[in-house]
């Protein structure tokens, strides 16, 4: 049972911007820890796309973006293309837990 | 370039052990802290451990404290994680991940493919 907690889906037309939520608590991201954000394609490991709430490794396109409020973070992705279509995790640590979180994930569609 | 290969996975009964290796190579690995995360087939991430670039610190899930070890052996640049008690909830996809920078708390940014293990008698 994860602590972060994200929509199981999300679906756009391609072009269109969608968003996707992350959101815990006082003992993970309200207590200022990093929110970073990775991307699974079907039979793949996951792909580090957002570190550090809000920035960009090399190689990864701007029309991926993160931003982080209180006790929720947000990825959102613009002009959405087909090879989008991935599962999305965000994660942070949790000092309660005393180690890493993984948020629930979300399946991005492109319609 | 970096790449992270595991290896040592398979099928293993309730009770069993299993060790599993991860060879790293294209960066400086004893700089490092390095991950273990695991995913049970068509389910989310977890989180199972992670050990500092020396090797002197270790961290674990709730889930595995107790009867999962984590190790490494910089002179040949290679992860370990020795699984003991295997039960059946640990059958996974188990990836080993690099820490990105040596700030604490930081993003896993190279993963390994993956190597699947199978606990069921």
């Known amino acids: 049972q994860s602590v972060l907690t994200q929509p199981p889906s999300v679906s756009g037309a391609p072009g269109q911007r969608v968003t996707i939520s992350c959101t815990g608590s006082?003992?993970?991201?309200?207590?200022?820890?990093?929110v970073h954000w990775y991307q699974q394609l079907p039979g793949t490991a996951p792909k580090l796309l957002i570190y550090?709430?809000?920035n960009r490794p090399s190689g990864v396109p701007d029309r991926f973006s993160g931003s982080k409020s209180d006790t929720s973070a947000s990825l959102a992705i613009t002009g959405l293309q087909a090879d989008d279509e991935a599962d999305y995790y965000c994660?942070?640590?949790?000092?309660?837990?005393?180690?890493?979180?993984f948020g629930t994930g979300t399946k991005v569609t492109v319609l | 370039e970096v790449q992270l290969v595991e290896s040592g996975g398979g099928l293993v009964q309730p009770g069993g052990s299993l060790r599993l290796s991860c060879a790293a190579s294209?960066?400086?690995?004893?700089?490092?802290?390095m991950n273990w995360v695991r995913q049970t087939p068509g389910k989310g991430l977890e989180w199972v451990s992670t050990?500092?670039?020396?090797?002197?610190?270790?961290y674990y899930a709730d889930s595995v404290k107790g009867r999962f070890t984590i190790s490494r052996d910089n002179s040949k640049n290679t992860l370990y994680l020795q699984m003991n008690s295997l039960r059946a909830e640990d059958t996974a996809v188990y990836y080993c991940?690099?820490?990105?920078?040596?700030?604490?708390?930081?993003?896993?940014?190279?993963w390994g493919q993956g190597t699947l293990v199978t606990v069921s008698s």
């Open positions: 994660q942070s640590y949790d000092r309660s837990l005393s180690g890493y979180v």
């Open positions: 991940a690099k820490s990105r920078s040596g700030r604490s708390y930081s993003a896993f940014d190279y």
């Open positions: 050990i500092s670039s020396d090797g002197s610190i270790t």
């Open positions: 294209g960066f400086t690995f004893s700089n490092y802290a």
């Open positions: 550090d709430n809000s």
């Open positions: 006082s003992s993970n991201i309200g207590a200022r820890y990093d």
